[in-house]
């Protein structure tokens, strides 16, 4: 029999706990504390005897009764060292999360109003107590202590904020997280011992995360952020801190004062940057619990994944999986539909959930594109409304301000006034995606050559449109740049422009694999394409270290346009003309020679992404040398080629590259 099974006595009458028996008090039998018992605070004495009736030991007095150790799979460590510390929960099938029209229960409840019925208080009632073990607090204490001590994480995320646009997390949600979570440290009296005060607050934010959070439509930012800070603080709150510091621990300069601070030489700033790494891994493993599964989940999980793409590289394995829980998530807690639950929330908490889900389906399609497999987020089953481009006051300030607001912006819900472009960047971001992962279907699907020219042709119809509609303040190739604009808004204004070719680029390369027409459009927006990233290279800001970011850019938006451009040039030089399509010769030798410089640099020993750029500068180095002085040995990579550069192109597959995208240099090994 399991625990929480009821037992039977053999007069057919449920059993009842020890407490409530010797007092002769009536029992409601609930497993494994009964209620009486919780109302009582008597959860540790609280337990269901096997033979309550039989004597004790020998013939001598009878000894205390010892409440029997709970096991489990999960939670095998005693626990019996550190009394109180159990988490009183909702059951898992308390809170299934989001159910479908297709669910088992969908037909009551699109009938909810029609009938009347009470909960079934079996299926709803009842508690979960569950113990902290030994290895679960002594994780959650070093995670503690590690962000007790590590302050520069709050500057750096600052620092982080300060100078990105594509921040996923409001500043007002993170503001209010690294505010009160160094508010509970200062509170921590030094005099006494820090070991046991730690450990009541781990113990204190297990209890608050066994919980989940709710809202209601007049609640206010500061209630909304009072239930994971604070008193409340929740594992979600601490890990998003510790996943984005991460991130601007990857993206700070060594030169920086303040991080050259605490970690004065490369060895500790990469022990620093593993720490974080690992702590934000044990954190996410706290959160695996039904009652987590929120938007402020699904924010710790984005940040998480982009922190060990950085880390570990884009081809990882660890970050891929980290994709795939991210959308479980936003499939459980229903952030890919406009649910009825936006009824039960403020404005700004419903935009906070569609920019969640905005920043999750772009992420998804990314990597998705980047590793050539099928995306994790399908957007024929998602309501594919973008967040409204409104900034976080205006959200905040609801009633008058807010409608007059959403009244200011235009027929397709732009702002014209562009005075937030971090949410109007995400905006158009996930727009771009939705398109994006109709490329996909073009790339990765199963259409035939019969359709691929139609499907095209739609694709194409529709990113223009979509392209030409978004306003001209957000646009790379509209807006005059002036030296007043900061690196980080041109930065974003290039790489979404880069994001809105790479789509065309994608079916335009289907199209002449499959129907062997098309090259010029292929090749200009290849060469478009490989100018911007070259001019890329112009802008590097000293007091930030973006080899994090260009490598991903040279690597997923640079390096198939630039192969493209190579072998043709290739095919051109081994072939005798005349040749359909004549791309301007010396500007590409030009522009792909210091692509191939931009490799050299783009990622520093150690990051993720360096075996995976040099591997590739070599290959364009090989055929930029066979371009400049042809050798004849060389001229099987053409022979029996009936389509030239088309057929080669699948050299552009890490399962075809001479080395193990996933291995990183021995002195790199992970932390854990």
């Known amino acids: ?101 297709t669910s088992f229960s969908a037909v009551l409840t699109e009938h909810r109003t029609d009938i009347s019925f009470e909960e079934d208080s079996a299926a709803t009632g009842g508690v979960l107590v569950k113990p902290i073990d030994r290895f679960r607090l002594q994780s959650g204490l070093e995670v503690l202590k590690f962000l007790h001590r590590s302050t520069i994480c709050d500057t750096l995320i600052r620092k982080f904020y300060a100078g990105h646009l594509m921040a996923v997390v409001s500043n007002i949600v993170m503001e209010a997280i690294l505010k009160s979570l160094r508010r509970v440290f200062d509170s921590l009296d030094s005099s006494q011992n820090l070991e046991t005060q730690l450990q009541d607050l781990v113990s204190q934010i297990f209890r608050s995360s066994a919980h989940p959070l709710t809202s209601h439509s007049s609640m206010t930012v500061e209630e909304y952020c009072g239930m994971f800070t604070g008193k409340n ?66 924010f710790y999980q984005y940040n998480d994944m982009l922190l060990r793409t950085q880390y570990y590289g884009d081809t990882s394995y660890l970050a891929w999986r ?75 300030a609801g009633g008058e301000r807010l409608s007059q607001a959403i009244s200011n912006l235009d027929a397709a819900g732009w702002n014209p006034r562009g005075n937030d472009l971090r949410v109007s960047m995400k905006r158009l971001r996930f727009l771009l995606a939705v398109l994006r992962e109709q490329a996909l279907e073009i790339a990765l699907g199963t259409f035939d050559d019969t359709d691929i020219l139609r499907k095209y042709n739609e694709v194409i119809e529709t990113a223009q449109e979509t392209w030409n509609a978004c306003p001209s303040h957000l646009r790379y190739d509209r807006h005059i740049k002036t030296d007043r604009d900061p690196t980080s808004i041109t930065f974003a204004r290039r790489h979404i422009y880069l994001d809105y070719l790479y789509t065309l680029f994608l079916v335009q390369r289907m199209v002449v694999k499959r129907t062997n027409t098309g090259h010029e459009a292929l090749f200009s927006t290849s060469r478009e394409v490989l100018s911007l990233i070259i001019e890329m290279t112009g802008d590097r800001d000293m007091t930030e270290d973006t080899s994090i970011h260009q490598s991903w850019i040279a690597l997923y938006y640079g390096l198939p346009s630039a192969s493209i451009l190579a072998f043709e040039l290739l095919r ?87 080395f193990d995208p996933f291995e990183l240099p021995s002195k790199d090994g992970f932390p854990f």
């Open 572 to 658: 051109q030089t081994k072939e005798p003309g005349p040749h359909p399509v004549m791309p301007p010769r010396a500007e590409l030798i030009r522009n792909l020679s210091i692509f191939v410089s931009c490799l050299s640099w783009a990622a520093r020993p150690g990051q993720g992404n360096y075996r995976t750029c040099k591997a590739v500068e070599k290959k364009l180095s090989d055929i930029l040398d066979q371009i400049l002085d042809p050798q004849p040995s060389q001229r099987e990579l053409l022979d029996g080629d009936n389509n030239g550069l088309y057929s080669l192109l699948s050299w552009y597959s890490p399962d075809n590259w001479e």
């Open 1 to 101: 029999m399991t625990e929480s099974a009821a037992a039977v006595r053999r007069n057919g009458l449920l059993q009842s706990c020890e407490p409530c028996r010797k007092s002769k008090l009536k029992c409601d039998h609930g497993r494994p504390v009964c209620g009486r018992c919780i109302a009582k605070n008597r959860i540790q004495v609280c337990f269901y005897h096997p033979a309550p009736m039989t004597k004790q030991g020998g013939p001598g007095p009878a000894g205390p009764v010892k409440r029997p150790r709970l096991e489990s799979s999960e939670y095998s460590a005693s626990t019996a060292d550190y009394p109180g510390l159990r988490v009183t929960s909702e059951p898992p099938s308390a809170n299934p999360g989001y159910l479908g029209s």
């Open 233 to 298: 603080l929740r594992w979600e709150a601490v890990g998003i801190v510790l996943a984005t510091s991460g991130i601007a621990m990857m993206s700070t300069a060594d030169t920086d004062p303040d991080f050259s601070r605490v970690a004065p030489d490369a060895q500790a700033r990469d022990m620093l940057r593993a720490q974080v790494i690992e702590a934000s891994n044990i954190c996410l493993g706290f959160c695996d619990t039904p009652a987590s599964v929120n938007e402020l989940l699904g």
């Open 322 to 396: 980290r994709l795939g829980s991210l959308t479980a998530t936003i499939y459980a807690a229903g952030l890919h539909q406009e649910s009825t639950g936006a009824q039960d929330c403020p404005a700004f908490l419903h935009q906070w959930r569609k920019g969640c889900f905005a920043s999750a389906f772009y992420a998804d399609k990314c990597l998705s594109t980047f590793v050539g497999r099928p995306p994790f987020i399908n957007y024929r089953y998602c309501a594919l409304s973008p967040p409204m481009d409104l900034s976080d006051e205006e959200l905040i």
